[in-house]
């Protein structure tokens, strides 16, 4: 278990960037608050800056996540430009340590969802980063002004938090509690359980909610009948992730719909 301080950038007047009747602001506080639910759920102890819509300045988050004592500190945004640009990034003040270990893979987490890896920058002049005197990281959750990214920062939401989670868990370690948020199947071994009836050989998992497990690289299937399952590698196939089962099975679309 660790203590995790979450930024939700700008806030209040300050809206960040703008694109499609968006409001970074709005974005990010929401993505905070889910990826917050998740890492609670898991046993972690979770400090926000922010859960509403008000601003303080980036030098006053920062002081805020060295007082509360917490071991990593993460701020949520999302980039702008010209409206042909986009993809994920993660900034960080030195690409090294648990800076390091958490952009790693949240670069790897987002681009299995479909966002353009854009890798991690190094930024030693914002203050979330300067001033914070735990290891931190910058998330650039896709161009609030592409039309692709804000479709994937919509169509994917959970896994997008569910990701961020899993990118600060690398930095942080596991925690103590039973499981993910309400909408994903983690547990805190990174694996999963799940029942259907009447499966056979290729038959496609159709289960009704918590897409955030289809990016977990093992997990057991427990189905009615006594036969259980391992995946040993998943891949992504367009929109759909497909497991190898150690079972000899072979690979099969995962598309889970209800937890068991």
Not at 127 to 141: D, K, S
Not at 151 to 178: C, H, M, P, T
Request: proline fraction near 2%.
């Amino acid at each position: 278990m660790a203590k995790i301080c979450l930024d939700a950038g700008h806030g209040g007047k300050d809206p960040g960037a703008t694109g499609y009747g968006r409001k970074e602001k709005d974005d990010v506080l929401k993505l905070t608050k889910k990826v917050g639910a998740i890492l609670t759920n898991r046993g972690h102890s979770i400090v926000y800056t922010r859960t509403t819509d008000i601003y303080e300045s980036p030098s006053a988050k920062a002081k805020e996540g060295n007082a509360s004592g917490a071991a990593f500190f993460a701020s949520f945004h999302r980039n702008s430009a010209k409206p042909e640009a986009a993809g994920h990034e993660t900034l960080v003040y030195a690409n090294t340590g648990k800076a390091k270990l958490c952009a790693d893979a949240a670069n790897k987490n987002m681009a299995s969802i479909g966002f353009k890896n854009r890798g991690t920058k190094i930024r030693t002049k914002l203050a979330v980063l300067r001033g914070t005197t735990m290891p931190a990281a910058l998330f650039e959750t896709g161009f609030i002004t592409n039309k692709s990214d804000n479709w994937l920062f919509d169509s994917r939401f959970n896994a997008i938090a569910q990701g961020y989670a899993d990118a600060i868990e690398a930095a942080v370690g596991k925690g103590s509690g039973s499981g993910g948020s309400s909408s994903s199947n983690t547990s805190t071994s990174g694996s999963f359980t799940i029942k259907v009836s009447g499966v056979a050989k290729g038959d496609v998992l159709n289960i009704r909610s918590g897409a955030g497990a289809n990016y977990k690289k093992t997990g057991e299937l427990k189905y009615n009948d006594p036969n259980k399952y391992t995946i040993v590698k998943t891949k992504k196939n367009g929109s759909d992730t497909w497991g190898k089962l150690k079972s000899g099975i072979g690979w099969i679309n995962l598309k889970y719909t209800k937890r068991a």
